[in-house]
Each structure stands twice: as structure tokens, then as C-alpha cells.
């Protein structure tokens, strides 16, 4: 049984950093793409990133410069670095993953229950 489960998420101060983490079980990154998408209050879920099973990276192109992916094959787990946040980052965040994906929430099948982001002085 495939499992998402991301961590990390808290309260920020504008310009302030965070890490998300985001671990999968029952399946390995090998096999499975892995997706973020954030939803803030009141508007759509959107998508931010996407890491495909050969580790290589896409960014939409609003994060790009702030926020960073890496992932660990050993602990089987994709981070999302977030750095100079602001208000309009407040959301719950949300890690996905398929063994497709792509750059829509349609395109992954796994989700976790999301961890929520608050920046804010």
C-alpha cells in the first residue's frame, strides 16, 4: 500500500525559511514520480514542483529562485526548501505521487494529508 505523508509545515515570519519533507512508503522514488502542490485559503489547488523517478526536477516558474527539491533515495523521502517566503505562500501543502505524474493534481494518484504554512509576522 502506497503512503504520503509530509512534515515540517509551521508558522514562518515573511522572508523566513522552511523545510517540508515528504516520505514515501510501499513504493520506492525509483519507481515514483513525486509532486507538491499547495492550496491557499479560498483558491485552487496549484501545482509546484515535480520530480521524476531519474531525480530530475521541474519548477513552476513563480517558485523558481525560492524554492528548492532535493530528494534521499536511501530514506525514500523529496524535500521541498522554501526560502524568502511570503504571505501569498500561506497554504497547505501537499505532496503527491504516481509512478506517472506530471504537472497537474489529476496526474497523481497518492496523496498526503498536507501540511499547512503560515507566514506571517
Known amino acids: 500500500q502506497v503512503q504520503v505523508v509530509e512534515s515540517g509545515g509551521g508558522l514562518v515570519q515573511p522572508g523566513g525559511s522552511l523545510k517540508l519533507s515528504c516520505i514515501l512508503s510501499?513504493?520506492?522514488?525509483?519507481?515514483?514520480?513525486t509532486g507538491w502542490f499547495r492550496q491557499a485559503p479560498g483558491k485552487e489547488r496549484e501545482w509546484l514542483s515535480y520530480?521524476?523517478?531519474?531525480?530530475?526536477?521541474y519548477l513552476e516558474d513563480f517558485v523558481k529562485g525560492r524554492f528548492t527539491i532535493s530528494r534521499d533515495i536511501a530514506k525514500n523521502t523529496v524535500s521541498l526548501e522554501m526560502n524568502n517566503l511570503n504571505d501569498e505562500d500561506t497554504a497547505v501543502y501537499y505532496c503527491?505521487?504516481?509512478?506517472?505524474?506530471?504537472?497537474?493534481?489529476?496526474?497523481?494518484?497518492?496523496w498526503g494529508q498536507g501540511t499547512l504554512v503560515t507566514v506571517s509576522a
Open positions: 503527491a505521487a504516481d509512478p506517472l505524474g506530471g504537472t497537474h493534481e489529476l496526474a497523481f494518484s497518492h
Open positions: 510501499g513504493v520506492t522514488l525509483d519507481d515514483y514520480t
Open positions: 520530480t521524476a523517478k531519474d531525480g530530475t526536477t
